[in-house]
């Protein structure tokens, strides 16, 4: 198993983005339960009311309870961020470690890949793939599936190539073990713990990704509700309204920081030499 | 270092086809009609057939590629769909603003994250350490479409000391710099902290305080022009980054650079733009990807050698 026995949920950080993470999660899950308000239904009479004892975030312009909009929006945000990042380490893990394994022509095309992907600023391919695509949630996931394989891909070749080099693939071969035995038992297990480090910090970056999509337009489409969006459509009304803008994007940067948080202290548990 | 700088050359080819022929593939690989993504689907007959031929799309997919290609490398962008202008002309009239925009969050990056970074790693553990790392944590996180309105909020609205929005003098300049770079310096105060850190430990540092030189010379004079060789690498790398920010960035403060004409194009279908500015942007990218592997090559004696540096 490649989880070290230095696990252990004292370490301060891990632990502060793992309360924040499952704060997140149980919010998005218990939306139902934690607000009486439909996200979807309008109150046009109460459009832009402040933060109150009823709707303690207040009231977006159609009147909808801020709170219940971005409960719910985070049902989105996180769906959009661990989908996303599973996707991108799947295929980003298999495409890179058999590059790395097989080399020759297929290494060489994948590293070229990679190049011409990476000459794209990531926000400018997912921003094109989305108007092309059209927008709608599964898109979101595409696009950015599409501009973010190529990082996990990367690292895990890089994996590959410095452990296939190891005694004890060297061992593994001398005793007749087959290709698909040594991929599979010892190459991948052995890759797994950086690219979860690496997929961590993307969640956060997904779900960062999918705000700015939403915020420009592209993303998620209203009246669902994504944190993005709502910030989007709190900027026209910064002067009168400001907690439209405030509340959603705190909830993106507390929950980025939160993966981060993870992120950083699975890497310095998983990574004994830092 | 000729050696190294023929073979980045070399390698750029395929990455430059590469980039051209992916952006030649997103109308034919996007399901449904071109046309329709410019027109919209309710468009004339006439209109469509007009801008199927003046877009070569009556042609085989593989001559529309060599047309696509011989253009693009000649340096012909064509013609905007509703500008009806030269897209390299609309492009080249955004680039000082975007520059302009960058460079002066690169700037503001610099000056935030070098002191924080310094004090950062000379009070290591106390308040002041704290406080940077604090706000590097948070800097990280902050996504820049919230920064810019809270930025609006604060110093424009409640304070009017900064216009809302808009390009002109330096006052416009200010939140949109801020807002760009303020990730880049909380990645760029982590970094100087740690190099410092590293540097701070070095004999030398010892040696030259043992001859009784003065902190301050210490610490500029000898850790910091040591320290400063990865702090200058990231900057370039973060360039990059800079860039994709600004698309953002030029949207929420009406700047008028390459990125908000990108999301321009989008808006208004119009292919040849967004093609145009999606190579522009993608080129810039590359080219300060080669700057900054070159500025490092030079810093570096085994590369300016010819020689792989050791892992």
């Known amino acids: ?123 400018l391919l997912a921003l094109v793939l989305m108007a092309l695509l059209g927008p709608s949630l599964n898109n979101v996931i595409l696009a950015l599936c599409l501009v973010g394989w190529v990082g996990y891909a990367r690292l895990a070749r890089a994996q590959v190539l410095s452990i296939r080099e190891r005694t004890y693939i060297t061992a593994a071969r001398s005793i007749g073990a087959t290709q698909k035995r040594i991929i599979c038992s010892h190459i991948l297990p052995n890759i797994l713990p950086p690219l979860l480090v690496e997929a961590t910090f993307g969640i956060g970056g997904a779900i960062v990704g999918e705000a700015g999509l939403s915020f420009l337009g592209f993303g998620v489409q209203p009246p669902t509700p994504s944190w993005g969006a709502m910030l989007n459509e709190g900027r026209q009304f910064l002067l009168i309204a400001p907690h439209l803008t405030t509340f959603p994007g705190l909830a993106i940067m507390l929950v980025v920081l939160g993966f981060n948080f993870f992120g950083d202290g699975l890497r310095d548990m998983l990574d004994p030499r830092l | 270092m000729g ?59 593989h001559e529309q590629y060599l047309i696509f290609l011989r253009q693009a490398l000649c340096g012909d962008l064509g013609q905007s769909i509703h500008a009806r202008r030269p897209v390299k002309r609309m492009i080249a009239e955004r680039i000082p603003a975007t520059v302009e925009l960058t460079l002066a969050a690169a700037l503001v990056a610099v000056l935030i994250a070098v002191p924080a970074g310094v004090l950062s790693a000379l009070h290591k553990d106390s308040w002041v350490d704290n406080g940077a790392m604090l706000f590097a944590m948070l800097g990280v996180a902050m996504p820049n479409f919230w920064l810019g309105p809270l930025l609006i909020m604060f110093f424009s609205i409640y304070l009017g000391w ?4 808009g390009h002109g003098g330096l006052a416009h300049l200010v939140l949109p710099a801020l807002t760009l770079g303020t990730a880049m310096a909380a990645i760029l105060t982590r970094m100087t902290r740690s190099s410092m850190l590293e540097v701070l430990k070095e004999d030398y540092i010892t040696t030259a305080r043992a001859k009784g030189l003065s902190e301050r010379v210490v610490i500029w004079k000898h850790a910091f022009r040591n320290g400063c060789i990865p702090i200058l690498t990231l900057v370039g790398l973060q360039l990059g980054g800079l860039l994709a920010g600004s698309i953002i960035t030029e949207t929420i403060f009406s700047w008028p650079g390459i990125g908000r004409l990108t999301i321009t194009a989008i808006y208004s279908r119009d292919y040849p733009l967004l093609q145009g500015c999606v190579i522009t942007i993608s080129f810039t990218y590359i080219l300060i990807n080669l700057l900054t592997d070159l500025a490092y090559g030079l810093s570096d004696s085994r590369i300016r050698l010819g020689r792989e540096p050791v892992a």
């Open chain 1, 1 to 123: 198993m490649f989880w070290p026995k230095s696990f252990n949920v004292r370490n301060r950080l891990v632990l502060l983005g793992l309360v924040i993470i499952v704060i997140m999660i149980l919010a998005a899950l218990l939306a139902p339960l934690l607000t009486p308000y439909d996200p979807f239904l309008h109150h046009l009479d109460e459009g832009l009311s402040r933060p109150s004892w009823s709707h303690p975030l207040g009231q977006d312009r159609f009147g909808r309870d801020i709170l219940a909009r971005m409960l719910y929006g985070a049902r989105i945000s996180l769906w959009v961020g661990v989908s996303t990042a599973l996707v991108s380490l799947m295929i980003g893990m298999m495409i890179g470690a058999a590059a790395g394994f097989l080399g020759g022509a297929f290494d060489e095309i994948l590293t070229r890949v990679i190049d011409i992907l990476l000459a794209f600023p990531g926000i």
């Open chain 2, 3 to 61: 050696r190294y700088l023929l073979k980045r050359l070399i390698l750029l080819v395929p990455t430059v086809l590469g980039v051209l022929t992916l952006v030649f593939l997103f109308r034919p690989l996007i399901p449904g009609d071109p046309i329709d993504f410019m027109l919209g689907e309710t468009a004339q007959p006439a209109d469509r057939a007009s801008l199927r031929h003046a877009f070569h799309l009556d042609r085989p997919l």
């Open chain 2, 162 to 165: 900064f216009p809302v929005s």
